[in-house]
């Protein structure tokens, strides 16, 4: 990859700041903050300047949105409707727990006890008594969620926390709004970032739906003296969905820009990063009964980094990332899911080949 080093201040970040504060302040959440306030590096990093990098790298790949959107573009609840019998979501993975929750989802809990309260006086009323039917809301255009992740339940020092709390307003149908605040607390690098994130999306019509996200967020930790990094980052993003005799094809394209700066008492440097990524995928869902489904996958990515870097951007030079992966999932929505993936890397300059494989099995707790 390639990056752009260059040195300077940059100034008009104090609301920013007073915002990213308050969220950290935020009662009742214990995030060890007291414990994390560095430059970012880590035992396992070159550099600094290389921790930053893969921080940044990071930013540029983040979802602030949790996955919400498609299923809010398309009217369908964040969280299933098996989940309607509890108030929140708790679905542990092989080393990972996610609780989530959202004011639809609460309203839907809610709905589901008047339902059953109203079941149980139909066995105690009269024969013949009218008893009414619960009220359907419509889903409403504004709601609010939250979704809190942990990684790395052994309790040792690679235990990642992450809390995000957000809302999003839905201006009609296929187009909605929102905002994010997040903290992520790592532990294996002692460090703990603060994020702030504003995202929008349409659809202009049913297969295609067009996205963007601006971030903004600091990095605190323990070593290099108290160095405080800022990020920034903006993403435009446009992704298609079609199917054709049972395969569902998946296009997607986005570029994608990224600053990680660093005070003046740090050295002032700041490090951007500019990305043009063209990611295609093709799957075949099965269903094999019982509300079961088989998907088999293949994905392909091509990441080009666009970003200048001193005398490589006067020749031109540019910097690929090629992956390819595959895997298959075994699922039954809102019930377990089992998926195995295998992924193949490659850059452009370099004769390493990284492989990446995963096994993981999702069973919610009831």
């Known amino acids: ?5 260059k040195t300077g201040r940059r100034l008009g970040r104090l609301g920013i700041r007073v915002a990213l504060a308050a969220l950290a302040a935020l009662p009742g959440i214990d995030w060890n903050a ?3 306030a560095t430059d970012g590096s880590c035992p396992d990093c070159a550099s600094a300047d290389e921790a930053r990098r893969t921080r940044l790298d990071a930013l540029l790949e983040d979802d602030p ?20 019998t509890l108030p929140v979501a708790v679905k542990p993975a092989e080393e990972s727990l996610d609780l989530t929750t959202s004011l639809q989802h609460l309203g839907s809990y809610q709905s589901r ?10 066995a105690l009323a009269p024969k013949g008594l009218a008893i009414p039917k619960p009220i359907q809301s419509p889903p409403a255009a504004l709601d609010v969620w939250s979704r809190v992740h942990v990684k790395g339940l052994e309790g040792d020092t690679t235990e990642t926390k992450r809390g995000t709390i957000g809302a999003d307003y839905k201006l009609a149908r296929g187009a909605l709004v929102g905002m994010s605040a ?33 971030q903004w967020g600091e990095s605190h930790g323990l070593q290099g003296g108290g160095l405080v990094t800022t990020q920034s980052a903006v993403t435009a993003r446009v992704k298609g969905s079609f199917s054709y005799e049972g395969l569902v094809l998946t296009p997607m394209a986005s570029v994608a820009h990224g600053v990680d700066e660093a005070p003046a008492t740090g050295g002032g440097r700041a490090i951007e990063k500019s990305t043009l990524a063209l990611t295609p995928k093709v799957s075949r869902p099965v269903e094999i009964g019982g509300g079961v489904k088989v998907e088999p996958f293949l994905s392909l990515k091509s990441a080009l980094d666009i970003s200048p870097a001193s005398e490589a951007a006067a020749h031109g030079s540019t910097d690929t990332t090629r992956s390819v992966g595959g895997g298959v999932t075994l699922a039954r929505p809102d019930a377990y899911s089992l998926s195995v993936t295998t992924d193949l890397e490659q850059s452009t300059g370099s004769d390493h080949t990284n492989v990446k494989g995963r096994f993981e099995l999702k069973l919610p707790l009831r």
């Open 182 to 214: 997040e903290i992520v607390d790592e532990g294996r690098v002692l460090q703990q970032d603060t994020r702030l994130a504003a995202y929008f999306a349409i659809k202009p019509w049913s297969p295609v739906t067009l996205d963007g996200k601006a």
């Open 1 to 5: 990859m390639m990056y752009r080093v």
């Open 113 to 122: 006890r008047t339902s059953q309260k109203i079941e149980d006086a139909k």
């Open 65 to 84: 949105t949790r996955g919400r959107l498609d299923g809010r573009l398309g009217d369908k609840p964040w969280i299933g409707q098996d989940w309607a």
């Open 34 to 36: 007291q414990a994390h």
